[in-house]
T-cell receptor, first 112, second 114 residues
Framework: GESVGLHLPTLSVQEGDNSIINCAYSNSASDYFIWYKQESGKGPQFIIDIRSNMDKRQGQRVTVLLNKTVKHLSLQIAATQPGDSAVYFCAENKENTGKLIFGQGTTLQVKP | DADVTQTPRNRITKTGKRIMLECSQTKGHDRMYWYRQDPGLGLRLIYYSFDVKDINKGEISDGYSVSRQAQAKFSLSLESAIPNQTALYFC?????????????FGPGTRLTVL
C-alpha cells in the first residue's frame, strides 16, 4: 500500500541554525512530492514541491532534496526563525491528480 | 478577507445527528477537497471535486457525503454522526490541472461528536 512517513515527530533547533526535516515514502509511482507547513490553529500552507525526475529544488530559504534510490525526501530550512515553528508535512501526488497523501508530520520547535 | 472560508468553526453534536460543514472560496478555483485530520496524524482525503459536475471518493469516504452546489461552494455532510468522526476537518482548493500540488486550505472546522 501507499504510505508517507516522517522520521521524527519533533525537531528542536536553535534560532539561526539550519533545520532538516526528513520523510520516507513507499510509493515509487508518485509524480510529485510536496511539503506543507501547518501553524497552530491554521490550515496547512504549501511550501514547495519537487517533481519525481528532479533531485533538488530551491525556494526562498528552503531546499527540498529527493533521493529516489532510498525513497527519501527532506526539507532544509536555512537560518531557522521563530516563525518557522510549525508542524511540517510531506505529501505525495500520484499521477498529478491532486489526490494528496500526507505523512504524519514533524513538529519543528525553534528555540530563541 | 479569507480566500477559503469554513462554517462553522466549531461544532459539538450528539451521536446520530446529521451535520453539514460548509466551505466557500473566492479564488475562482475549479478543484475543491475535504480532508480530515486526527491528532498526531496527517490529513486524509475524504472527497474531492474537480468541477461542479464531478464528485469523487477519497481515502475515507464511508459515513460522509458531499455536495458541490456551485464552483465556489462544497459542503460535507455526516448523515448520522458517530464519535469516531470527531476530528478537525479542512476544506481546500486548487487551480488548474497543471498546479494541483498547491492546495489552499481553509481554517478548519473542529467537530466533536458525543
Amino acid at each position: 500500500g501507499e504510505s508517507v512517513g516522517l522520521h521524527l515527530p519533533t525537531l528542536s533547533v536553535q534560532e539561526g541554525d539550519n533545520s532538516i526535516i526528513n520523510c520516507a515514502y513507499s510509493n515509487s509511482a508518485s509524480d510529485y512530492f510536496i511539503w506543507y507547513k501547518q501553524e497552530s490553529g491554521k490550515g496547512p500552507q504549501f511550501i514547495i514541491d519537487i517533481r519525481s525526475n528532479m533531485d533538488k529544488r530551491q525556494g526562498q530559504r528552503v531546499t527540498v532534496l529527493l533521493n529516489k534510490t532510498v525513497k527519501h525526501l527532506s526539507l532544509q530550512i536555512a537560518a531557522t526563525q521563530p516563525g518557522d515553528s510549525a508542524v511540517y508535512f510531506c505529501a505525495e501526488n500520484k499521477e498529478n491528480t491532486g489526490k494528496l497523501i500526507f505523512g504524519q508530520g514533524t513538529t519543528l520547535q525553534v528555540k530563541p | 478577507d479569507a480566500d477559503v472560508t469554513q462554517t462553522p468553526r466549531n461544532r459539538i453534536t450528539k451521536t446520530g445527528k446529521r451535520i453539514m460543514l460548509e466551505c466557500s472560496q473566492t479564488k475562482g478555483h475549479d478543484r475543491m477537497y475535504w480532508y480530515r485530520q486526527d491528532p498526531g496524524l496527517g490529513l486524509r482525503l475524504i472527497y474531492y471535486s474537480f468541477d461542479v459536475k464531478d464528485i469523487n471518493k477519497g481515502e475515507i469516504s464511508d459515513g460522509y457525503s458531499v455536495s458541490r452546489q456551485a464552483q465556489a461552494k462544497f459542503s460535507l455532510s455526516l448523515e448520522s454522526a458517530i464519535p469516531n468522526q470527531t476530528a478537525l476537518y479542512f476544506c481546500a482548493t486548487s487551480g488548474a490541472a497543471g498546479a494541483p500540488n498547491e492546495q489552499f486550505f481553509g481554517p478548519g472546522t473542529r467537530l466533536t461528536v458525543l
